[in-house]
């Protein structure tokens, strides 16, 4: 199937097919009672082959949704719940050498990620992208500087956005410090990341 991963159905139709289904399984099951056996049966099967379909193929959030046109392996859920050290590790990752930016749009806000740390170590980037399923052919090459010193140093990058993700990480301890710089009108909110040990 994954060549025709395009053509997979998302989640969100997916969601929409159940919510569909019952809701006629209600209006026919008050209109042919005496089938309302049969009628549950196959509302079960059906959504059973739906679930099944859902897991198999884990199709994209929605048909609308790009990150998955350019990282199809990615893990939305992935810091859902951190339930494994090596999850634990690699949030301490985001929170050492990540950040989330937040700009507001028409649509509402709209959160940005990014990572970012020496090209020496860039193996660790590499492994990082692996783990959550981000495509390292998006991992940048990039001279930068810092506030303390005028030479620049050569730095690995990659930038992401998933609303979900970013609010998982988000509600796993993350503080924003406002930035009073505006371009394009939007507010641009710096982070500030740090685990609390519990």
Known sequence: MEKNCNKIIAKDILDRMRLSLQKLIKIWVVS?????????????????IINEYEIKLNPKPSSHYQMYNHHPKF???????????DKAYWLGFIFADGWISRALKKSGY?????IGLSTKDKSVLVSFCNTIGLNQDYIRDRFSGSD???KKYPISLIRWGDQEFAGDVINLGVEYEYSQKKKDGSKTLNCLLWIVES
């Open 148 to 150: 303390f010193s005028e």
């Open 110 to 114: 709209y959160y940005r990620m990014g």
């Open 32 to 48: 042919y009672p005496h089938l309302s056996d049969n009628l549950l049966n196959a509302q079960r099967d059906i959504i059973d």
């Open 75 to 85: 893990k939305r859920d992935y810091f859902r719940l951190i339930n494994t050290k």
